[in-house]
């Protein structure tokens, strides 16, 4: 049990805090001072705060868990067809942000704690192996652009190099 301190009456009084939404989150972040951000930021981030209440209604923010939150990048992820490097790079980095500030004294605190800080979802291997190989096709069709305009440069030396490939007679551009 804790001693009783002399300016402690004794009795410990709860103050309960009122419910904070997901909306007066971010009114409150908007209507606050933001000498580093720019109006873009704040115009996608009004977009990103825009799906939150949907789905979370007007549920208490400081009731939300890491699980919600991840739940939610899910949901825009499986069922509204956003993928998950976007959602990483742009939904969940603007909550962590406002959700970060949230809990700041300027903010006075009106969110206990950032439920979005942990929050990782891992892009697919799917999408990145996606990446990697498209990016090899551009490099494999610049190194035939180049190719191809050495053969109009020189005709003489392209044409008696038998190793040219072309779309012509390579299975990778059919």
Not at 78 to 101: C, E, M, N, P, Y
Not at 110 to 135: C, G, W, Y
Request: hydrophobic share 40%; glycine share 4%; net charge positive.
């Amino acid at each position: 049990m804790l001693a009783s301190l002399p300016w402690d009456s004794g009795a410990r009084r709860r103050v309960k805090r009122r419910s904070v939404t997901i909306s007066d989150i971010f009114s409150a972040w908007e209507a606050g001072p933001k000498q580093e951000v720019q109006p873009a930021i704040v115009k996608r981030y009004r977009c990103i705060f825009g799906f939150l209440p949907s789905y979370f209604g007007d549920r208490d923010v400081n009731s939300l868990s890491d699980d919600d939150v991840h739940e939610w990048a899910i949901h825009r992820r499986d069922k509204q067809g956003v993928t998950a490097r976007s959602i990483k790079r742009s939904d969940l980095s603007a909550v962590k942000a406002v959700f970060g500030w949230a809990i700041t004294r300027d903010a006075r605190r009106l969110l206990q704690r950032n439920s979005a800080s942990n929050v990782h979802l891992p892009e697919q291997k799917f999408d990145i192996m996606q990446q990697t190989h498209l990016k090899s096709l551009r490099v494999m069709r610049c190194d035939w652009l180049i190719e191809s305009d050495l053969m109009e440069q020189m005709p003489q030396e392209a044409t008696a190099r038998s190793s040219v490939v072309t779309p012509a007679n390579d299975s990778r551009w059919a």
